[in-house]
Nanobody, 114 residues
């Protein structure tokens, strides 16, 4: 089993920055992909960014150039640096990791005020 715990969410004004963290514990040796999804009120959960164990990254178009995903494998921690935040980035952000199955954190709320 793998446990994922997010932190770093909060309330920020438009144009501001936040850094989300996701601490992984348990049987993490087989985790090869980690990433962030988000779900805004009334909308489906969507992929924000993901990173492979080899460091390859992908981002949803709406966050390219503003968000950066990174992974500290030595400390089993995933990060999402979010800059130039917009009100439409408001959502619950979920960390996930996958080996032969997917694991999810409980989510952290990000609210961007205009």
């Amino acid at each position: 089993q793998v446990q994922l715990v997010e932190s770093g969410g909060g309330l920020v004004q438009a144009g501001g920055s936040l850094r989300l963290s996701c601490a992984a514990s348990g049987n993490t040796a087989g985790i090869n992909v980690m990433g962030w999804h988000r779900q805004a009120p009334g909308k489906q959960r969507e992929l924000v960014a993901r990173i492979t164990s080899g460091g390859d990254t992908i981002y949803v178009d709406s966050v390219k150039g503003r968000f950066t995903i990174s992974r500290d494998s030595a400390h089993n921690t995933l990060y999402l640096q979010m800059n130039s935040l917009k009100p439409e980035d408001t959502a619950v952000y979920y960390c996930y990791g996958s080996d032969w199955r997917a694991y999810w954190g409980q989510g952290t709320q990000v609210t961007v005020s205009s």
